[in-house]
């Protein structure tokens, strides 16, 4: 039973928004020790899927066909040595895979692997084209195995095709798109987009992560704030470093208002894209930040004003089931138009183990109630369409605002918006 009301169902029912998801994806799994979920859970994927269900989201949004990406399409981005080494895994046994995923940096691999990165990449570029072509105004990709880590010639950090670079390359060779906006707000530095792109004015990439001077994954100093970009791209890279854990809501919302969105509009992007990954929510057991799902949907919003509204937000990580489901929730509310008290309301994960759920909580049977009013102060009072709210971290850090303020002073020669 849908669970957001016949009104709000008949309000939205223009709205153009869609979503990709297939069940294949799942099948990319950790073969090591299957009694241990790697965090990187096939079951992410559903949980999402499943929430945006029961709130009657589905209901009203444009399932987009997957289709695995081909291979010209791959070859724009990453070597021939990369895809032959994917494809090879389909033939290997048991053995030979977990020895070859030895080779790379945090890489699990199975027969399934390579198709299920082809579905990642092709069910984003299927949504991408849809958007950009203006059939749809927005949408959510999700899809696994996730993409911003793997590098033109090698995957790692649990990612084996970048999906958000073919997607970007596909859109501009097919003349659909000349410039693309990617704000990646996982909470690890997408390495590998920032490789692929960093020599490039076409292609603005904004990434906000912990840092941890260069101690936190990918651990190596290219997320750090100096690293601009090359040759026509210097100034395309801006790198968001948080110094240590418990970013907040605030602190994104400040560097949202005073990077983000201004770079972003002096940019004018034909498309946004959003590396999604939902690993800085509250509860998440890597990433140890305090991004609420109020917090996504804030970025959301912001971020719909830009690029004519042209908005898909991609999978990327976030490990915590609970924190996953409902910080997606919480971003599709307002690429919906539904108001933030209508319907389902997403919540701030509990701080449960991705590997000990029971059953029933894997399909969201019987899942206990937390009351979260201390906390949601402002929850009910936001109206996506209208304004976006200060949020329950409502001030940032004075680290995480010293953070944003070099950045920008970094920027300036770059961006006269930012002087």
């Known amino acids: 039973m849908s669970i957001v009301s016949k009104e709000a169902l008949l309000k939205t ?92 940096d945090s890489v699990f691999l199975c027969k399934e692997s390579q198709y299920c990165a082809r579905m990642s990449s092709g069910g984003l570029l299927a949504l991408c084209q849809e958007v950009a072509a203006g059939r749809l105004n927005s949408g959510l990709a999700i899809i696994r195995p996730p993409g911003h880590h793997a590098c033109s010639n090698v995957p790692m950090g649990f990612c084996l095709l970048n999906n958000i670079a073919i997607a970007v390359r596909d859109l501009q060779r097919s003349k659909l798109v000349r410039k693309v906006m990617v704000v990646d707000w996982d909470v690890h530095h997408g390495n590998g987009i920032q490789e692929i792109f960093y020599e490039d004015n076409t292609v603005l990439y904004v990434s906000l992560h912990r840092y941890d001077s260069g101690e936190f994954y990918p651990s190596s100093s290219d997320g750090n704030m100096d690293m ?60 140890e930040c305090d991004v609420s799902p109020q917090g996504y949907a804030c970025m959301t919003s912001m971020l719909q004003a830009i690029g004519n509204g042209k908005l898909v937000l991609s999978l990327e990580g976030g490990y915590n089931l609970d924190a996953i489901a409902n910080s997606a929730l919480a971003c599709v509310k307002p690429l919906l138009n539904i108001k933030w008290k209508a319907g389902l309301i997403p919540q701030p994960a509990t701080c449960f183990s991705y590997a000990t759920l029971s059953e029933d909580e894997i399909n969201g049977v019987n899942r206990g109630k937390i009351n979260y009013s201390a906390a949601w102060k402002t929850a009910g009072k936001w109206d996506p369409a209208s304004e976006v709210p200060d949020c329950y971290f409502s001030r940032p850090s004075e680290l995480g605002k010293n953070v944003v303020d070099q950045v920008i002073a970094t920027h300036k020669p770059y961006w006269s918006i930012l002087c």
């Not at 153009?16 to 859970?41: A, F, I, T």
């Not at 589905?58 to 021939?80: E, F, G, R, Y």
């Open 13 to 104: 029912a223009a709205t153009k928004v869609g979503y990709v998801y297939d069940v294949r994806m799942k099948y990319h799994q950790d073969l090591e020790d299957p009694q241990d979920p790697h965090p990187e859970d096939p079951r992410r994927i559903f949980w999402i899927y499943n929430i945006l269900k029961q709130a009657g989201c589905l209901d009203i949004m444009k399932s987009v066909d997957v289709a695995p990406v081909s291979d010209n399409k791959i070859l724009q981005v990453h070597t021939q040595e990369h895809l032959d080494m994917l494809k090879d895994t389909e033939l290997m046994e048991k053995t030979t895979l977990l020895a070859t995923q030895q080779q790379f």
């Open 228 to 287: 601009v970009g090359k040759g026509k791209g210097v100034g395309f890279n801006i790198n968001v470093p948080w110094v240590t854990s418990g970013a907040s809501d605030g602190d994104y919302i400040y560097a949202f208002k005073k990077l983000v969105l201004p770079v972003a509009e002096e940019f004018a992007p034909d498309l946004v894209i959003v590396a999604a990954g939902f690993d800085a929510a509250i509860c998440d057991p890597i990433g």
